[in-house]
Each structure stands twice: as structure tokens, then as C-alpha cells.
């Protein structure tokens, strides 16, 4: 089975839109073992995300983990894959080489030309120089890498001018989101000038895909993609079904965004996973009102249970911004799809149907 | 901001075109240029993408309150066997979702 594991609660960043706590707690090396015997106790794989906090403030449980996790792997034959998320601030070599070695995928949070607008160090200090750096870093080891984006209001102006530059520093495939939370507000102003990035991105992205590159972009790629191949964008989400988070006390939970919820309680990682209340869960997961009779239902993520009930308090209802969000972003992916497969048929088909 | 389903929106040219190509596939019509593989026949040779190279992750997407969807992603390698047994025990049940396809991944 797949967990998340909350290694620490700590994080050496205070990002303005960041609704986590910072406390010193961390993961114990017990815990660990038991995610890891956890991981490979159930199910076809074993694979663990390595969380946080950030989890670079751990390392030493990273490679404990993944030296238990290699010797399960041997013992069982059960495949393991292993990905992190990380602001990128304590990257160095050595981990890059740890990370080749065990085919681990690292997410990168970086903001691109935002960066400095909010994700700042814990005395206020800029990052945007340190990420640069680390951005070559990655790039010239060969290292598995994906930037993850967060888009506040307050910069989204500079989203183009932030996909440039991370296509530019040599990335091949980026992920942006808008942010959400108690943090940020998204006013309709702030949301036009959204619009206007994206119908700059497309064209973009349209020249770079003329031109032969396969820089990836999500959400605009994926919505072509999964309309193409029948595929729920909502699937990721499946409170508790696709993986289950590790807290650094051990306890489990759906998703990292109940984490410390005691109604989410999932079981412990010393004790099992409560399978009934799994099962309950999952039961969270489905088309919210509004959305039944939408057109674009099945090419939204409006039954991510999880973001439903973080963000409207109901599994049942969506949130105003996620749906404009979802519309402007399916209108684009749309027209960016017509005008490439216009260009050529078959390449279209090839790089963007799943099988 | 608002909540605004939307109807009669027409499915994009690329969606049809491929579908028409992909039962033209099915019913040995010929006309398409596309093996059964999907590989590309008349693609320019120099196009290397493959589809698997070219899948994005929409782990991404899904939408966290911290803005930084991000706790169960990168996407880990999906578990069929525990996926497919909750799928199972729902079926029946209650369906969750209805364009769900928890068992596909």
C-alpha cells in the first residue's frame, strides 16, 4: 500500500499562504519501521511519499526508511517506489545521488518568479536565489524532478513569466495550482488577471510544442489527456483509498489535510489500518450537487471528497473558486488541444492519449 | 466567483476526431494512419515522445487548502489489489462517484 509519511511537522520556510503548523515534532525511527512493515503488509506495491514540515529536516529517517524499505522489497519481491516533497532549500548533491539511486521522484515547491512574494525563510528572508541554484543543481544531475507551483493572488500575474523561466531553467514538467485556504483571498479581479496568464500560457505552450519540446504543463496538459483517455481527474483524491497519511505520532489519517482530526482517525500504524472506517470514508467521494447536471462533471475534480470538505465543510458541495477554476482551465486545455491536433493528427494522438 | 454548471457545451474537435480515429481502428476501417499499437505511422520520426514519457500527473491537480497539493504526491505507483478491493467492496453499496475509476489506475 502507499503512505504519506508526515516526517516532521518543522519547516526552516514560513510561506504566507501555508495554513500548517510549525512545531518541533518530529517522526521517531520506530514509527518509521512500522510505516515501512505497514507499506509492505498490504497490497500489490509499497510506496511512500516523504512529507512534511519539511522532510529534508529529516534525512536520516529518509535513508533509514529507505534501506528498511529495500530489504522489505528484497524479502517480499513487493515492487517499492518512493517520491518526496520538498521546498528544495536543503538539496544538496548527496541527497540528489540518494535519491538516483533509489529511482526516488522529487517534487519541487517553487514558485518560479513568485517565489519571493511569499515563500520566505523564517526570518523573512528571500529563497528565490537558493532555488535557482538548487534548480541547476537538479537539472545537471539528471535527477527525477517535477516544480510544483503554487499560484497566490497576489503574483498571479507573473504565472507566464514563471512558466518561462521554470521551462528555461531546464525543467520538463511543472504543476501549478492556485492556492487555497484561510490565507488568501481570490477576488474576481484577481481571477481575470488569472485567466489572462493561462490564455498566455497556452499560446505558449502551443510555440513549444511546435517546436518540438515536451516541457509538460498541468493542469492544461492533463485535461487534454484525461479527456482523451476517459480518465477521472478526481481519482487521485479517493479519501483513503489511494494512500493513507502517516502523522509523526504514528496515527493514520486519509489524507494529509485531516491530519491530527481525531474523527479521521484512521488507526495506527503499531495497530492497522480500521478498515470499516476506510471504507466510510471512500463513501465521501462522489459528484457534489451543483456539479450533476455540469457538462464538464466528469473532467473536474469536483469529487475530490477531500477538497470539498476542506474547503466548503462538505463533501457534497464545491467550492466557487475551484469550479471557475476548473472552467477556465478546461476552456484553455480545449483550445490548446483543437489547435494541436489540427497541426498534426497523430503526434496528437501519441503524446497525449493513455492507454 | 461563482458556481456555474455549465450545459451544451460542445465536446472539442480533437475528442471527436480522436474517437472517430480510435473506431476506425476498431472496425479495421482503413483511412487511419495509426497501428493498433497507437504508435504513429506518419508522426515525424524525429518525435520521440512516447506515452508514457508524456502522461502527466494530475496528482497535482487535486485541489488541497494549502494551495500545495501535495501530500500524496508525487503520485506513488498505484496499488491495484488494495484499490480494486475497496472498489469491490462498494460496489453494491453505494457508488461514490460516478465517473469514478478507482480500478483503472
Known amino acids: ?355 | 466567483m461563482k458556481i456555474e454548471p455549465k450545459h451544451d457545451i460542445m465536446r472539442p474537435a480533437y475528442a471527436i476526431g480522436v474517437a472517430i480515429m480510435a473506431a476506425a481502428l476498431l472496425t479495421g476501417c482503413p483511412g487511419s494512419s495509426l497501428s493498433l499499437e497507437g504508435e504513429a505511422t506518419t508522426a515525424p520520426t524525429s518525435e520521440s515522445q512516447t506515452r508514457d514519457t508524456d502522461a502527466t500527473d494530475s496528482t497535482y491537480d487535486v485541489l488541497r487548502t494549502d494551495g500545495e497539493c501535495a501530500d500524496d504526491s508525487p503520485e506513488l505507483m498505484p496499488d491495484k489489489t488494495e484499490e480494486s478491493k475497496v472498489t469491490l467492496e462498494l460496489s453494491g453499496i453505494v457508488s461514490p462517484c460516478p465517473n469514478d475509476e478507482t480500478s483503472k489506475d
Open chain 1, 1 to 355: 500500500m502507499n503512505l504519506t509519511l508526515y516526517l516532521t511537522e518543522n519547516c526552516n520556510l514560513r510561506c504566507s499562504y501555508c495554513i500548517r503548523e510549525k512545531c518541533p515534532n518530529d517522526m521517531t525511527s520506530d514509527t518509521v519501521r512500522k510505516s515501512v512493515d505497514l507499506a509492505f503488509s498490504k497490497g500489490d506495491t509499497a510506496g511512500i511519499c516523504f512529507f512534511g514540515g519539511e522532510p529534508l529536516l529529516k534525512k536520516d529517517l529518509i535513508c533509514y526508511a529507505l534501506d528498511l524499505a529495500k530489504k522489505r522489497s528484497e524479502e517480499t519481491g513487493i515492487p517499492f517506489s518512493c517520491k518526496i516533497t520538498t521546498n528544495g532549500t536543503l538539496l544538496d548533491e548527496e541527497f540528489l545521488e540518494l535519491a538516483k539511486k533509489n529511482n526516488m521522484q522529487i517534487g519541487l515547491s517553487f514558485d518560479g518568479l513568485m517565489q519571493d512574494d511569499c515563500r520566505k525563510t523564517a526570518d523573512g528572508g528571500p529563497t528565490s536565489e537558493t532555488l535557482e541554484k538548487v534548480s541547476k543543481m537538479i537539472i545537471a544531475s539528471g535527477a527525477d524532478a517535477v516544480v510544483m507551483c503554487v499560484v497566490p493572488p497576489c503574483s498571479c500575474g507573473k504565472l507566464f513569466g514563471s512558466v518561462k523561466y521554470i521551462h528555461d531553467l531546464g525543467f520538463k514538467h511543472m504543476i501549478c495550482n492556485p492556492a487555497y485556504g484561510s490565507k488568501v483571498t481570490w477576488t474576481d479581479e484577481a481571477l481575470e488577471v488569472l485567466k489572462e496568464q493561462f490564455d498566455l500560457i497556452t499560446d505558449y505552450l502551443k510555440e513549444l510544442y511546435l517546436k518540438g519540446d515536451k516541457f509538460r504543463f498541468a493542469p492544461l496538459h492533463n485535461k487534454i489527456t484525461e479527456n482523451l483517455s476517459g480518465i477521472n481527474p478526481s481519482r487521485y483524491c479517493h479519501l483513503g483509498i489511494r494512500q493513507l497519511a502517516v502523522a509523526y505520532d504514528g496515527n493514520l489519517y486519509p489524507c494529509t489535510s485531516f491530519l491530527y482530526k481525531s474523527e479521521w482517525c484512521l488507526g495506527n500504524v503499531s495497530d492497522g489500518v480500521d478498515e470499516k472506517r476506510r471504507l466510510e470514508m471512500t463513501k465521501l467521494c462522489f459528484t457534489p450537487s451543483p456539479c450533476k447536471d455540469c457538462d464538464l462533471s466528469k473532467r473536474c475534480t469536483n469529487s475530490c471528497g477531500c477538497a470539498n470538505i476542506m474547503n466548503t465543510g462538505s463533501p457534497d458541495m464545491i467550492s466557487p473558486l475551484q469550479c471557475e477554476y476548473e472552467r477556465l482551465v478546461i476552456e484553455r486545455a480545449d483550445r490548446l488541444g483543437d489547435e494541436l491536433y489540427k497541426y498534426d493528427k497523430d503526434r496528437f494522438i501519441k503524446s497525449f492519449r493513455r492507454a
